[in-house]
């Protein structure tokens, strides 16, 4: 990208930041209720207490999401390129998921609490979960995609099968399995959310609900903007990791 068009991207992006702003500053003078404090002292708020508690509660749910989205990429990748370049072995394993993949996995919260406690496995397990198949199936339906003839004219020059996923198959699907990961990020927010608010008493979601129960909007207000922040981040990462790992993309 040229130096003019990143200029352009950085003056875009500060523009929908001032409008996001600007939109929150208005709705809330219209609505002048204590519960939607406006920009100035949610992040007043926010800045103080990342001196604070705020701190550790966005250490843990950072943590939680960034092991949950590692755990699922390393099961769910290699799983998916199988699947999708073995058909027999995907003809058994397509039912499997088809049945358990529409399944919302939040409602495993209370069993995952009893068999794993309440502390981070239950939180990570339960978002990989969630993770999981979506990674999986993203990735089975690219290398299932990938030009049969491709293929063939690799295995032509004395490939083995190993050097067909690991060459062909593997670089082939990495944008699409990207793009499922910055999808799968914000899932995984939303699910540490709901599985922080139960029986918890650490992470941004137990921040959140901790603030809102004792009607101290600014704070809830702060937590809001650290979980936006989580995700602004690794979003910005993926995103950066893409350019890095396929750079035809940029072209």
């Known amino acids: 990208m040229s130096n003019q068009g990143k200029k352009a991207k950085w003056k875009a992006t500060l523009l929908s930041v001032i409008g996001l702003l600007l939109f929150w500053q208005f709705m809330s003078w219209l ?27 966005f250490y843990i749910s950072t ?36 049945i358990v993949y529409p399944i919302p996995k939040i409602v495993f919260l ?6 794993a406690g309440l502390q981070d496995l239950s939180k990570i397990t339960l978002i990989i979960l969630v993770v999981f198949f979506q990674i999986l199936v993203t990735t089975r339906d690219a290398a299932r995609g990938i030009n049969r003839e491709l293929i063939n004219s690799v295995l032509s020059l004395g490939a083995t099968r190993l050097d067909i996923y690991k060459h062909v198959i593997g670089p082939a699907v ?26 918890s008493q650490e992470g941004l979601g137990y921040y959140l609900l901790d603030a809102w129960s004792g ?17 602004f981040v690794i979003y910005v990462g993926l995103d950066y990791l893409e350019k890095r790992v396929c750079p035809w993309k940029s072209l």
């Open 31 to 57: 609505l002048d209720i204590g519960a939607l404090p406006g920009p100035v002292p949610s992040f007043k708020a926010f800045f103080y207490e990342m001196l604070g508690p705020l701190k550790y509660h």
């Open 215 to 231: 009607m101290s909007y600014d704070h809830m207000f702060a937590g809001i903007i650290a979980m936006s922040l989580m995700g």
């Open 174 to 199: 990495i944008p699409e399995v990207l793009t499922s990961l910055r999808i799968a990020s914000g899932t995984a927010i939303a699910v540490l959310f709901t599985s922080e608010t139960v029986a």
């Open 63 to 98: 943590y939680r999401v960034l092991v949950s989205l590692a755990v699922s990429l390393l099961l769910a990748v290699p799983l998916g390129l199988f699947l999708g370049r073995e058909e027999k072995s995907d003809r058994y394993f397509a039912p499997l998921i088809y």
């Open 110 to 115: 209370p069993v995952l609490m009893v068999l």
